[in-house]
């Protein structure tokens, strides 16, 4: 390493250059390919097979995201202007490029199924506005006496009404979004009031907001580790060389990813702010060691004194950039992809900061001088007397702090059971949010903005005739219904065939039932086909008859609620087995619960691997198991302590939060690394423990507290952003670093002096 040092010293020149060059290079890429990914399908591998029956199920029965437009009008909507804005707005979203007029539904578009003399009509509610009092009353009857439009497109209390466009994934741009915004708000007034929903809109907005999210952070995060920076290392140039690196590591990553065509996800846009905050840490001992031996070397040249900073330092730097890096790799045994390339990018940085630091801080300070500044106090200093005092007082009361550990771990483990899985877009926005409240109107007004489909599947066709067969159905969804408030309602085969039965008998609410005759459910079937376009039909039943589609609409995609459902309709499995009828699930809400699934797998095995992986490295590093286990002491209990307070919290794990595993373990264990190398250091020099105490205290005692500020601070920048994921990610792992520094010179140095394991043989 000092060879590489001293080449580096000589053309120090060409190695700011070079950096320059391909910063700038990076940018240009940046500029040019990166984009933002919002699709939660794009989040899941497509060949799991959960993900595979959903999108054969989904194709199959046209099940889609769909814009939802909800129409509100205080006094109600049986007015000629709202039922022309409904109108209206039904056949400009119709025009739309990105949307198939058939795919529009409202209504206007909607089939009313009615009875006549000659037998079945399918018509719609009116293609003409009625302007008469009397024409309104019987929209208004013809609406309340049609359940499958009652409180599902129409509000029970008549003040509201939906349109509901479906669209393809791969249309949705965000100058889509803002046309369906432009459009829907130039309806709004005259006594109606527009609200736009559904899963499109929301990851919508979750594009537009995620890099604003970026900008707002961005300079303040920068400007917080600047102000820290000055304080902790008191010198200019040392701070301005220090957050160039970490800057320059965070844009080559960055490129690097864009480069491969890899888009932003939510968990991705952290891997700037991650790398500013914890790059510096290598710039802080580094400059921290220099000038502690400029002080006490006083008369050296610049050269010499660079060397020894880069030959004392750079195992230190080199073991905890590993670390880091490792810790983060492991997520990528995810099968989320958002997670998996986190890992890989922020890994990656890590790297790169390492490189700079032990390249670029040489060049740096030999182009701009050394810093004039005194970061370590002089022998006998108040600080050194205090780190002295400190040692000593961890020595005397070991077993009271011991004994406080194994409460606190034990707390906190238990609140690690209580740990829950939230895969839900929209709980990431503030309740205060405009998009969560107009989905809690739409939600409130309907049945609601989320669907669970259960697909039926039997072994011969025409099953879904069988009144048998649908019946078991019809008990499965009415229990549900009955079980679960959130559910508002259901659309299935059983709507159908109940409201041609109803109307065909006069109207008669005893006749809204599923007949005991499969021939007269056939010859309603035959005549709904004869009346009109049956495409509404195969969205809820296949051509043949030997499989269904019943969508149960909730009111929430809070993951708990949706799994509790999903877990109760499973107990319907027997019952169908037995009358030859498979049950399977499919659409988004299911698949957001199979996705919970696969970010619990990879957090249980990214911590058990990360684990083990940082055991072997610091034993191998530090050439001892007895060192690697003490010093994975902290990060054991960092992660304990972390995952409880999510537990006790009530704080979700999902794509943002489920890092804070590899995030405790990476950081965390580099004031382990850093603590054990200087204790080592010192004992073998001293082999006085007290002496051993009180240096290691006082040199990177101190360094790890400046450190342990400088991340934190850059971690709490995260409350400012506007996704609460976020928020609670910046205020655990904030937390995860204060942890992982006590439990450092807590715990782990007493297990560390106890052991006495660099006293046993003096060199």
Same mark, same amino acid.
């Given at each position: 390493?000092?060879?590489?040092?001293?080449?580096?010293?000589?053309?120090?020149?060409?190695?700011?250059?070079?950096?320059?060059?391909?910063?700038?290079?990076?940018?240009?890429?940046?500029?040019?390919?990166?984009?933002?990914?919002?699709?939660?399908?794009?989040?899941?591998?497509?060949?799991?097979p959960a993900f595979v029956y959903s999108d054969m199920a989904e194709e199959k029965f046209d099940i889609?995201?769909?814009?939802?437009?909800?129409?509100?009008?205080?006094?109600?909507?049986?007015?000629?202007?709202?039922?022309?804005?409904?109108?209206?707005?039904?056949?400009?979203?119709?025009?739309?490029?990105?949307?198939?007029?058939?795919?529009?539904?409202?209504?206007?578009?909607?089939?009313?199924?009615?009875?006549?003399?000659?037998?079945?009509?399918?018509?719609?509610?009116?293609?003409?506005?009625?302007?008469?009092?009397?024409?309104?009353?019987?929209?208004?009857?013809?609406?309340?006496?049609?359940?499958?439009?009652?409180?599902?497109?129409?509000?029970?209390?008549?003040?509201?009404?939906?349109?509901?466009?479906?669209?393809?994934?791969?249309?949705?741009?965000?100058?889509?979004?803002?046309?369906?915004?432009?459009?829907?708000?130039? !309806?709004?007034?005259?006594?109606?009031?527009?609200?736009?929903?559904?899963?499109?809109?929301?990851?919508?907005?979750?594009?537009?907001?995620?890099?604003?999210?970026?900008?707002?952070?961005?300079?303040?995060?920068?400007?917080?580790?600047?102000?820290?920076?000055?304080?902790?290392?008191?010198?200019?140039?040392?701070?301005?060389?220090?957050?160039?690196?970490?800057?320059?590591?965070?844009?080559?990553?960055?490129?690097?990813?864009?480069?491969?065509?890899?888009?932003?996800?939510?968990?991705?846009?952290?891997?700037?702010?991650?790398?500013?905050?914890?790059?510096?840490?290598?710039?802080?001992?580094?400059?921290?060691?220099?000038?502690?031996?400029?002080?006490?070397?006083?008369?050296?040249?610049?050269?010499?004194?660079?060397?020894?900073?880069?030959?004392?330092?750079?195992?230190? $730097?080199?073991?905890?950039?590993?670390?880091?890096?490792?810790?983060?790799?492991?997520?990528?045994?995810?099968?989320?992809?958002?997670?998996?390339?986190?890992?890989?990018?922020?890994? @990656?940085?890590? @790297?790169?900061?390492?490189?700079?630091?032990?390249?670029?801080?040489?060049?740096?300070?030999?182009?701009?001088? @050394?810093?004039?500044?005194? &970061?370590?106090?002089?022998?006998?200093?108040?600080?050194?007397?205090?780190?002295?005092?400190?040692?000593? &007082?961890? #020595?005397?009361?070991?077993?009271?702090?011991? %004994?406080?550990?194994?409460?606190?771990?034990? =707390?906190?483990?238990?609140?690690?059971?209580?740990?829950?899985?939230?895969?839900?877009?929209?709980?990431?926005?503030?309740?205060?949010?405009?998009?969560?409240?107009?989905?809690?109107? #739409?939600?409130?007004?309907?049945?609601?903005?989320?669907?669970?489909?259960?697909?039926?599947?039997?072994?011969?066709?025409?099953? =879904?005739?069988?009144?048998? $067969?649908?019946?078991?159905?019809?008990?499965?969804?009415?229990?549900?219904?009955?079980?679960?408030?959130?559910?508002?309602?259901?659309?299935?085969?059983?709507?159908?065939?109940?409201?041609?039965?109803?109307? *065909?008998?006069?109207?008669?609410?005893? =006749?809204?039932?599923?007949?005991?005759?499969?021939?007269?459910?056939?010859?309603?079937? *035959?005549?709904?086909?004869?009346?009109?376009?049956?495409?509404?039909?195969?969205?809820?039943?296949?051509?043949?008859?030997?499989?269904?589609?019943?969508?149960?609409?909730?009111?929430?995609?809070?993951?708990?609620?949706?799994?509790?459902?999903?877990?109760?309709?499973?107990?319907?499995? +027997?019952?169908?087995?037995?009358?030859?009828?498979?049950?399977?699930?499919?659409?988004?809400?299911?698949?957001?619960?199979?996705?919970?699934?696969?970010?619990?797998?990879?957090?249980?095995?990214?911590?058990?691997?990360?684990?083990?992986? %940082?055991?072997?490295?610091?034993? !191998?590093? !530090?050439?001892?198991?007895?060192?690697?286990?003490?010093?994975?002491?902290?990060?054991?209990?960092?992660?304990?302590?972390?995952?409880?307070?999510?537990?006790?919290?009530?704080?979700?794990?999902?794509?943002?939060?489920?890092?804070?595993?590899?995030?405790?373990?990476?950081?965390?264990?580099?004031?382990?690394?850093?603590?054990?190398?200087?204790?080592?250091?010192?004992?073998?020099?001293?082999?006085?423990?007290?002496?051993?105490?009180?240096?290691?205290?006082?040199?990177?005692?101190?360094?790890?507290?400046?450190?342990?500020?400088? #991340?934190?601070?850059?971690?709490?920048?995260?409350?400012?952003?506007? !996704?609460?994921?976020?928020?609670?990610? +910046?205020?655990?792992?904030?937390?995860?670093?204060?942890?992982?520094?006590?439990?450092?010179?807590?715990?782990?140095?007493?297990?560390?002096?106890?052991?006495?394991?660099?006293?046993?043989?003096?060199?």
């Amino acid at each position: 390493m000092k060879k590489i040092t001293e080449l580096t010293l000589k053309y120090h020149k060409a190695v700011l250059i070079i950096t320059l060059l391909l910063t700038a290079l990076a940018v240009g890429v940046l500029v040019k390919k990166v984009y933002i990914e919002t699709d939660l399908d794009e989040y899941m591998p497509r060949e799991h097979p959960a993900f595979v029956y959903s999108d054969m199920a989904e194709e199959k029965f046209d099940i889609r995201d769909a814009i939802v437009i909800a129409l509100e009008n205080k006094q109600g909507i049986y007015n000629p202007q709202t039922l022309q804005k409904v109108k209206d707005l039904t056949k400009a979203l119709g025009k739309m490029p990105e949307v198939d007029k058939a795919d529009v539904t409202s209504l206007y578009t909607a089939d009313n199924i009615i009875g006549s003399e000659e037998g079945l009509e399918v018509n719609p509610f009116y293609k003409r506005v009625p302007n008469t009092p009397e024409k309104l009353s019987a929209l208004r009857q013809a609406v309340t006496t049609n359940e499958m439009v009652y409180g599902r497109l129409v509000a029970h209390d008549a003040t509201a009404t939906l349109i509901i466009a479906k669209i393809d994934d791969d249309v949705f741009t965000e100058a889509f979004y803002h046309e369906i915004l432009n459009l829907s708000e130039s !309806f709004n007034g005259d006594g109606d009031n527009v609200y736009v929903a559904g899963q499109p809109i929301i990851e919508g907005t979750m594009g537009i907001i995620m890099p604003q999210d970026m900008k707002t952070m961005m300079p303040v995060v920068m400007l917080l580790i600047v102000l820290v920076l000055m304080i902790v290392l008191r010198s200019l140039k040392a701070t301005i060389i220090t957050l160039f690196l970490v800057l320059v590591s965070a844009i080559w990553s960055f490129a690097i990813m864009a480069a491969l065509g890899i888009p932003i996800y939510a968990p991705t846009t952290l891997i700037p702010i991650l790398l500013i905050a914890i790059g510096v840490a290598d710039g802080i001992h580094m400059f921290s060691h220099l000038q502690l031996y400029r002080q006490q070397n006083t008369g050296k040249s610049k050269e010499h004194i660079i060397t020894n900073m880069v030959t004392e330092m750079w195992k230190p $730097v080199v073991m905890t950039s590993v670390t880091t890096a490792v810790g983060f790799l492991t997520l990528i045994t995810s099968d989320v992809y958002p997670i998996k390339y986190f890992a890989v990018f922020s890994a @990656l940085g890590v @790297l790169f900061a390492m490189a700079l630091s032990l390249i670029f801080i040489p060049a740096g300070i030999q182009a701009a001088g @050394l810093p004039r500044a005194r &970061l370590q106090p002089k022998e006998g200093s108040f600080f050194n007397r205090g780190a002295a005092l400190y040692g000593r &007082l961890m #020595v005397r009361y070991r077993k009271i702090f011991s %004994v406080w550990t194994v409460i606190f771990v034990a =707390f906190f483990g238990y609140g690690m059971t209580k740990v829950w899985i939230n895969s839900s877009f929209l709980e990431r926005f503030p309740k205060s949010h405009q998009i969560v409240q107009t989905d809690a109107f #739409v939600n409130e007004h309907f049945m609601g903005t989320t669907n669970i489909n259960v697909i039926l599947e039997a072994k011969e066709a025409d099953a =879904f005739k069988n009144p048998q $067969v649908l019946k078991m159905a019809e008990k499965m969804t009415r229990e549900t219904e009955a079980r679960f408030p959130e559910i508002g309602g259901a659309l299935s085969i059983n709507d159908f065939i109940r409201r041609m039965n109803k109307v *065909l008998n006069e109207d008669r609410e005893e =006749f809204n039932t599923i007949p005991d005759d499969q021939d007269l459910i056939a010859q309603y079937i *035959l005549l709904y086909e004869m009346s009109g376009d049956p495409d509404n039909l195969w969205e809820v039943v296949d051509t043949d008859f030997q499989s269904g589609n019943y969508s149960l609409q909730v009111k929430t995609d809070n993951s708990k609620t949706l799994n509790a459902i999903i877990d109760y309709l499973r107990t319907y499995e +027997g019952a169908f087995a037995q009358i030859g009828i498979k049950m399977n699930f499919a659409g988004s809400g299911y698949t957001s619960l199979v996705f919970n699934d696969l970010i619990l797998i990879g957090q249980i095995k990214s911590l058990a691997y990360s684990l083990v992986i %940082v055991l072997a490295l610091l034993s !191998f590093m !530090f050439r001892s198991i007895k060192v690697g286990i003490i010093g994975t002491v902290p990060i054991v209990i960092t992660t304990i302590i972390s995952f409880g307070v999510l537990g006790w919290l009530n704080i979700p794990l999902e794509t943002t939060t489920a890092l804070i595993s590899s995030i405790a373990v990476g950081i965390g264990i580099d004031y382990a690394v850093h603590f054990i190398d200087r204790y080592k250091i010192n004992a073998l020099l001293t082999g006085d423990k007290e002496v051993t105490v009180r240096k290691t205290m006082a040199h990177s005692g101190r360094a790890l507290l400046f450190n342990a500020v400088v #991340v934190i601070a850059g971690f709490l920048v995260l409350l400012l952003s506007e !996704f609460v994921p976020n928020q609670a990610l +910046g205020a655990i792992v904030s937390l995860n670093m204060f942890t992982s520094f006590v439990g450092t010179i807590t715990i782990m140095f007493i297990i560390l002096y106890m052991s006495d394991i660099y006293f046993k043989k003096k060199k």
